[in-house]
């Protein structure tokens, strides 16, 4: 089992950026993937992006793409989600999680969250 804390929400303005932090620890050898996703009130998770733990791929969803970008500090065992040019429909609670195997795509194919981190973005 991994355990993951979300940091760096908060409030902001259309069109700022935000800097999410994801922190591991626990069997991190484990991990294949890490991921974000969001989740608005009334809305289902949806999948932001994620970056292979021991590798360069990244992914992202169409929404985000050209102004979020993914990273990883395998040293730290941290993942970052660089989130620029924010609008207001973006905000949610953002949550990082760890897969073993699978899909990059897919909450059901991640096995361990963190807790969520609020982002709101004001017009």
């Known amino acids: 089992q991994v355990q993951l804390v979300e940091s760096g929400g908060g409030l902001v303005q259309a069109g700022g950026s935000l800097r999410l932090s994801c922190a591991a620890s626990g069997r991190t050898f484990r991990i294949y993937r890490m991921g974000w996703f969001r989740q608005a009130p009334g809305k289902e998770r949806e999948f932001v992006a994620a970056?292979?733990?021991?590798?360069?791929?990244?992914y992202y969803a169409d929404s985000v793409k050209g102004r979020f970008t993914i990273s990883r500090d395998n040293a730290k065992n941290t993942v970052y989600l660089q989130m620029n040019s924010l609008k207001p429909e973006e905000t949610a609670v953002y949550y990082c999680?760890?897969?073993?195997?699978?899909?990059?795509?897919?909450?059901?194919?991640?096995?361990?969250w963190g807790q969520g981190t609020q982002v709101t973005v004001s017009s």
């Open positions: 970056v292979r733990w021991s590798a360069s791929t990244t």
């Open positions: 999680a760890a897969q073993y195997s699978g899909s990059a795509y897919y909450p059901g194919g991640y096995e361990d």
